[in-house]
């Protein structure tokens, strides 16, 4: 069936260096999706991506989407405490409106 | 505007033992999700509706699982029943509809079943 892998799992960064999550479906997405779950508490939406090679930015967090519209990409800049929690990617097929869940990437600030 | 409200918070119970959560979405908001999220994974839909109709069921556990949402607002999710695989976090969420994707999440319910 279809899936979206997310890597990597865990990354774990010195505050102030940057992160990165990738994103890859077997098959075409109409759009992707991304969340941030905070420690305890629950997916909060940050943007969708429609268009094929897509760039969005807000603030520090730069988000992706590719030409094949495949696989998308969420990088973060400068990390800071606030970013911590796990970032989840959700791609979206036209056929069903079902979104498939990527297993999401957890940022953690090394003390 | 109120956020997507879910109840109980947490629920405790014995393997064999039925459950309930309860699911009241955003007002207006004609999508209506049921999520099931294991600790270190990302959320897997059990249901979805499109105001009163089930339109993806396909992963939900039919044999012990049961949802309805009978005026298209809030719903309710049944465990009946629980075995000791179900203790997960149980969210719902809400979209304005299926081709307005933004899903507003509830804070879920903890379920631990002993």
């Known amino acids: 069936g279809q899936q979206v892998m997310q890597i990597p799992q865990y990354q774990h960064v010195q505050e102030g260096e940057d992160f990165t999550t990738y994103c890859n479906s077997s098959t075409t997405l109409s759009n992707i999706q991304w969340y941030k779950q905070r420690p305890g508490g629950h997916p909060v939406f940050l943007i969708q991506l429609v268009k094929s090679g897509e760039v969005k930015k807000q603030k520090r967090l730069t988000f992706q989407f590719g030409e094949a519209k495949k696989n998308s990409s969420l990088h973060i800049t400068a990390t800071q405490t606030t970013d911590v929690g796990t970032y989840f990617c959700?791609?979206?097929?036209?056929?069903?409106?079902?979104?498939?869940w990527g297993a999401g990437t957890k940022l953690i600030i090394k003390p | 505007e109120a956020g997507v409200v879910q109840s109980p918070r947490y629920k405790i119970i014995e393997k064999k033992q039925p459950v309930a959560f309860w699911c009241n979405p955003i007002?207006?908001?004609?999508?209506l999700y049921w999520y099931l999220q294991n600790l270190g994974q990302g959320p897997e839909l059990l249901i979805r509706?499109?105001?009163?109709?089930?339109?993806?069921d396909s992963q939900l556990p039919k044999d012990r699982f049961s949802a309805e949402r009978l005026k298209g607002v809030d719903s309710t999710l049944k465990i009946q029943p629980a075995e000791l695989g179900d203790s997960a976090v149980y969210l719902c969420a809400s979209s304005l509809g299926r081709q307005v994707n933004e899903q507003f999440f509830g804070p879920g319910t903890r379920l631990t079943v002993l």
């Open positions: 509706y499109e105001n009163e109709e089930a339109v993806d």
């Open positions: 959700a791609g979206q097929r036209d056929s069903n409106y079902q979104l498939i």
């Open positions: 007002s207006g908001h004609n999508t």
